[in-house]
């Protein structure tokens, strides 16, 4: 029904609020305050689905992402429910808001998760026991139950302010394998800021 998403980070059907307005058009996320995630869901299944439950997680950004370790969930606990969900793709309902907190002194972005369940079709993450993991960019490409979206948390205001939220920036990195690995990062700035004299020392 539809192509296998490389870019599986940028789910579009998921987005930020700065507050519980129920608005549709995403905006960066506030550092240090409460921020408010909404996510699009549908039932591309030929019967109609019942007791559908959604729920948020977010994680700092880095590479080497592992579920469930390096994710917290949003608020509430436990999630969202939807009392029913047309079949066929007829009905589509906006869930939310999810209420989260971006990490605060980690500057960049902030990866977000929204996982749906039904007792007829549950996520994958559903059928883990204790101690299981996987890493982030195995499950969530492999599971249409599950949508991720990075994103930015960055002050406004002036360019000043967005300069001071790029200073010293922090990444972190991880290997989510039983081996040793190495690891290459490469900082590059968007085009724009190269257009405007910026550089990265």
């Not at 507050?19 to 305050?33: E, I, L």
């Not at 699009?40 to 559908?52: E, L, M, P």
């Not at 209420?99 to 977000?112: L, Q, S």
């Not at 490409?141 to 949508?147: A, L, Q, R, W």
């Given at each position: 029904?539809?192509?296998?998403?490389?870019?599986h980070?940028?789910?579009?059907?998921?987005?930020?609020?700065n507050?519980?307005?129920?608005?549709?058009?995403?905006?960066?996320?506030?550092?240090?305050?409460t921020?408010y995630?909404?996510v699009?869901?549908?039932?591309?299944?030929?019967?109609?689905?019942?007791?559908?439950?959604v729920?948020g997680?977010?994680?700092?950004?880095?590479?080497g992402?592992?579920?469930?370790?390096?994710?917290?969930?949003?608020?509430?606990?436990?999630?969202?429910?939807?009392a029913?969900?047309?079949?066929?793709?007829?009905?589509?309902?906006?869930v939310?808001?999810?209420?989260?907190?971006?990490?605060?002194?980690?500057?960049?972005?902030?990866?977000?998760?929204?996982?749906?369940?039904?007792?007829?079709?549950?996520s994958?993450?559903?059928?883990?026991?204790?101690?299981d993991?996987?890493?982030?960019?195995?499950l969530?490409?492999?599971?249409?139950?599950?949508?991720?979206?990075?994103?930015?948390?960055?002050p406004?205001?002036?360019?000043?302010a967005?300069?001071?939220?790029?200073?010293?920036?922090?990444?972190?990195?991880?290997?989510?394998?039983?081996?040793?690995?190495?690891?290459?990062l490469?900082?590059?700035?968007?085009?724009?800021l190269?257009?405007?004299?910026?550089?990265?020392?």
């Open positions: 029904e539809y192509e296998f998403q490389p870019v980070w940028h789910n579009i059907s998921m987005w930020n609020r507050s519980p307005d129920g608005m549709t058009g995403h905006q960066d996320a506030v550092p240090s305050a921020n995630m909404y699009k869901i549908k039932n591309r299944g030929t019967q109609a689905a019942s007791n559908v439950n729920r997680y977010h994680c700092l950004p880095g590479a992402l592992t579920w469930p370790a390096d994710f917290t969930e949003m608020g509430p606990a436990g999630g969202l429910n939807v029913s969900l047309g079949p066929n793709n007829t009905e589509e309902q906006t939310g808001p999810f209420e989260w907190i971006p990490n605060e002194n980690i500057y960049g972005h902030d990866c977000t998760l929204m996982i749906l369940s039904t007792a007829g079709d549950p994958n993450i559903d059928n883990f026991t204790a101690g993991s996987i890493a982030e960019w195995r969530v490409p492999n599971d249409n139950n599950i949508g991720q979206r990075n994103v930015h948390i960055l406004g205001g002036s360019e000043s967005f300069a001071a939220a790029l200073q010293q920036r922090i990444f972190w990195a991880g290997n989510p394998f039983r081996k040793k690995a190495s690891i290459e490469r900082a590059e700035l968007p085009k724009f190269q257009e405007m004299g910026w550089q990265i020392q």
